[in-house]
């Protein structure tokens, strides 16, 4: 009789098992962006078609990254309005003009430069916008029939995550034979590492730096901590003893990398961008929205890193032998119990003892766990 309710206890702590490891190990999946998308030469993760080059020629954004994603939206608005009459056909000769001394030349020369060949881009499909018969000028060149694109840019200075944030405020104003019209102001915050990654690298080849693109903040994020869960788990995993199989899972490697985010000074520097969409009424509602993280991936954060995800994993397999010594001791108790009780009613009370024992220690086991 002991040696059967011994067996029955030892199916029943079998059969909880499973549960016991799931909460203890914490194996549930959680939502993982790892995907095909990690270009391992290039230190870049993520991204889609909100990234294509040009994006700027079709959609205004609250925000851009560069001078020439700048010059790129001026050329759209440009040739939208001068497309607003569709027999629109003469030759366009338009002279840049800049009005404050922010910008120098070289910057000035890129602005032009771009500006150039946005307008040959968002009007290749129609003659006037041919290589013969569009020319863009400096102020200075610039023949007294052209129209004139005045370009006036502004410091702004704001705080964000108790950082302060340079950027230019650009309002332009396109003077033509018939009218002046003033384009949608926009807002310039640089960073070359979103203009170029491939340029920013180079110059940067010292350096282990990365790239995470998403959707929305949250998501490059996830693609953050999905990368480095995978890469420092592995390594732990690599490294651990047979005597010492403390290690956390990924996706809990994740959730834990996910909190010490803005503490581990892995990221450099963010950049949210919206771009709008503007429909038949005038009204501008959100089409595409983009995030992109700077990650500095040097080895010496890194190590900060895993050694945080070290410690955890200790902690949690401290904890998962006092819960599974709490859960063999409470199993014991109640086999030396349900032995004596027995003895004592004759096991008159056999199934109503085993029924009363195997509810305590679900009880208990839920407890515990």
Request: glycine share 4%.
């Amino acid at each position: 009789m002991k040696v059967g309710w011994m067996l029955i206890s030892l199916a029943a702590v079998a059969y909880l098992l499973p549960t016991i490891v799931s909460r203890v190990g914490c194996v549930e999946q959680v939502p993982s962006v790892r995907t095909n998308e990690v270009d391992q030469q290039d230190c870049l993760v993520g991204g889609g078609r909100e990234w294509l080059p040009g994006i700027e020629l079709t959609h205004a954004a609250d925000v851009y990254d560069s001078l020439d994603s700048v010059a790129q939206r001026l050329a759209a608005e440009v040739v939208a309005h001068l497309l607003s009459d569709a027999s629109y056909d003469r030759p366009i000769m338009i002279g840049v003009r800049f009005v404050g001394d922010i910008l120098d030349a070289n910057q000035q020369s890129i602005v032009k430069a771009s500006f150039e060949r946005g307008l040959r881009s968002a009007g290749s499909e129609y003659s006037a916008f041919n290589d013969n018969r569009l020319q863009v000028f400096t102020d200075q060149a610039a023949p007294t029939q052209a129209m004139q694109l005045s370009i006036r840019l502004d410091n702004e200075f704001s705080v964000h995550n108790e950082k302060e944030v340079k950027s230019l405020v650009i309002q332009a104003n396109l003077r033509t034979p018939d009218a002046s019209v003033s384009l949608s102001p926009m807002q310039l915050v640089s960073k070359p590492w979103v203009q170029s990654w491939n340029a920013f690298r180079s110059r940067h080849s010292q350096d282990n730096y990365w790239q995470y693109r998403g959707n929305s903040m949250q998501e490059a994020e996830m693609a953050l901590a999905d990368q480095l869960a995978h890469q420092l788990v592995g390594q732990q995993s690599r490294r651990r003893w047979l005597w010492n199989r403390s290690s956390l899972s990924v996706p809990s490697a994740t959730r834990l990398i996910l909190r010490e985010l803005d503490h581990c000074g892995l990221i450099v520097d963010r950049f949210s961008q919206t771009f709008q969409l503007r429909l038949a009424d005038g009204t501008q509602v959100p089409a595409i929205s983009r995030c992109a993280l700077l990650v500095d991936q040097n080895p010496q954060r890194l190590a900060r890193l895993s050694s945080i995800l070290t410690s955890a994993a200790r902690h949690q397999s401290r904890d998962h032998w006092v819960r599974s010594c709490m859960l063999g001791a409470t199993v014991l108790v109640l086999c030396v119990a349900y032995v004596g009780l027995n003895s004592l009613t004759q096991g008159y009370y056999v199934w109503h003892l085993r029924g009363i024992c195997t509810a305590i220690a679900v009880i208990v086991s839920q407890i515990i766990v």
